[in-house]
C-alpha cells in the first residue's frame, strides 16, 4: 500500500525556519510525481511545491518561490520541505502527496503555525 506519513510541523516566529519530512513506502519515488499541499483555515488546499516525475524538475507556488525548497532523498524514502523566512500567512495545514498510476495518494497532514 502507498503510504505517506508527514512530520515536522510546529508553531515558529515570523522570520524562523521548519524543515518538513514525508516518509513513503509502498512506491518507488523516480515513478511518482510527489509534493506538498497546504490548507489554511476557510481556505481551499492549493500546492506549494513538486517534483515532477518525469524528468525531477522542481515547481513552486509563486508565494513561497525563494523561500522553500523541495528536495527528496530516494535511498531514504523521504521527501522534504525546507521552509525558511516564514510569514504569518504560510500558516496550515501541510500535507504530502504522491501522483501515480493514475491515482492521488495524501499523507496526514501536520500543522505549521508562524506567529506575528
Known amino acids: 500500500d502507498v503510504q505517506l506519513q508527514a512530520s515536522g510541523g510546529g508553531l515558529v516566529p515570523a522570520g524562523g525556519s521548519l524543515k518538513l519530512s514525508c516518509k513513503v513506502s509502498?512506491?518507488?519515488?523516480?515513478?511518482?510525481?510527489i509534493g506538498w499541499f497546504r490548507q489554511a483555515p476557510g481556505k481551499e488546499r492549493e500546492g506549494v511545491s513538486c517534483?515532477?516525475?518525469?524528468?525531477?524538475?522542481?515547481n513552486y507556488a509563486d508565494s513561497v518561490k525563494g523561500r522553500f525548497t523541495i528536495s527528496s532523498d530516494k535511498a531514504g524514502n523521504t521527501l522534504y520541505l525546507q521552509m525558511n523566512s516564514l510569514k504569518p500567512e504560510d500558516t496550515a495545514v501541510y500535507y504530502c502527496?504522491?501522483?501515480?498510476?493514475?491515482?492521488?495518494?495524501w499523507g496526514q497532514g501536520t500543522q505549521v503555525t508562524v506567529s506575528s
Open positions: 509502498g512506491f518507488t519515488m523516480d515513478d511518482y510525481g
Open positions: 502527496a504522491a501522483q501515480g498510476g493514475g491515482s492521488m495518494y
Open positions: 517534483i515532477m516525475r518525469d524528468d525531477g524538475t522542481t
